[in-house]
């Protein structure tokens, strides 16, 4: 007979498997609870067909046997006449320990006791005396009303209502320009980005509200709808500028507006497989580009409102002058380099000519606050995060208030997860 475990949580999922895979008439040979650390328990069952002719496997046989075994090891042992004899006396014994019954309740005697007598002064005997007794005593009583009572008034408990103040009415926990400017040190923003931050924020009083404002204020450029629109990420050796642009080519499809790939970096070995390899992986359409020309031959043959993303060199480029779109370059900032190497790398980039940052490997890190120091110091405004090595999972928005939750605690009744790989 041949036999099939089915392993599951739902007992009525692996019925119906069962019903469905061996028939209804399936026999059910073992059950058993497997137990797992950290989770509910899953169950085993091993079941056969019944229309099986060969008989059971030597490992079903000691299964059957197991169970068998276990079953008669459960049920009660017999009692012997040692036994018997036993709960004979101790029924004897019970019965010879208890207390006699009550008598029956019977008819009231002619007499009664000497202690009834003494319930009432005078009572005769029997109960028809004693209640003529209490009758007499009672007609005896005066019939005049009860005393007037009067309740005395109790003042009402005046209770005051807290109200519960708004956002806005709370009284805000203010902090001075020198503490202010010591917090944004110690959450370890740089002096000259905490200068920036006093400089653009000087009227909030907070200093998570005063980098989470001047995040919001910096401008940030986006393409329009229906706009064709060149776009780059541009940056470092290394600094994901590739996969960040890949993953805004994806959010851009999932927008609903078309998206291009154009593989122009002619200074790095592999650009262009990597590029095409990840056109593959997604869908994207994908165009080679040699020189200024092409990229401007694949962006004029671009339908009305499509996004041109193009992979370019490490370092500043140019777009072609003969490109009638608008451009939009983004500066790639890696999370996880040393505030000093990424100075250096970022010195030759002039900020001015990019419409906002890009963070990226923001995944890698527990700590933003260098390279956010470092998109202050810029002037620059963060566009998206990147986080992940998946390039399907797309590109987020940064949101202000999310980055400097993860640097401070909030204690102005905000609420945000705090988790900065979780908000890119």
Known sequence: METKRFIGSDLRRLYDRIRRELGPDAMVIHTRSLMREGASPLTEILA?????????????????????????EAEPRPL????????????????????PPLPEPGPVPGIEPEWLTGLLPGAPGRPDGILARA???LSQLPDEPP????????????????ARLSREERPART????????????????????????????????????LAATLERRAVRYPDEGQTALITIQGPVGAGKTTALVR?????????????????????????????????????????AFDQREVARSVARARRGACVFVDVPAGQWQAPRSCHAPVFNYLALPAHWDRGVLDAA????AASLFAGCV?????????????????????????????GRDVSTGIALADPLTLASGMFTIMTGETTDGRLAASA
């Open 48 to 72: 056969a067909a019944p229309e099986g002719t060969a008989g059971l496997s030597l490992e079903s046989q000691q299964t059957v046997l197991h169970a068998l075994l276990a079953r008669l």
């Open 80 to 99: 012997t006449v040692g036994d018997l004899e036993d709960l004979a006396a101790r029924d004897a014994l019970h019965q010879a320990d208890s207390p």
């Open 135 to 137: 009758r007499e005593q």
């Open 147 to 162: 005393p007037a009572f009067e309740w005395q008034v109790r003042p009402p408990i005046e209770v005051t209502p807290r």
């Open 175 to 210: 902090e001075s320009a020198r503490s202010m400017f010591d917090s944004l040190i110690a959450a370890g923003l740089s002096p000259a980005a905490a200068r920036v931050v006093l400089e653009t924020a000087p009227g909030e009083s907070n200093s998570h509200r005063a």
């Open 248 to 288: 805004m080519a994806l959010d851009c499809i999932d927008a609903g507006r078309e998206a291009l790939l154009v593989a122009a970096d002619t200074a790095h070995v592999g650009a262009r497989a990597q590029v095409h390899a990840y056109a593959e992986a997604t869908g994207l359409p994908v165009d080679d």
């Open 346 to 349: 970022l010195s030759p980039l």
């Open 359 to 387: 963070i990226t490997f923001a995944d890698l890190v527990t700590d933003l606050s260098p390279v956010l120091s470092a998109a202050i110091e810029s002037r620059l405004g963060v566009a998206f995060l990147s986080s």
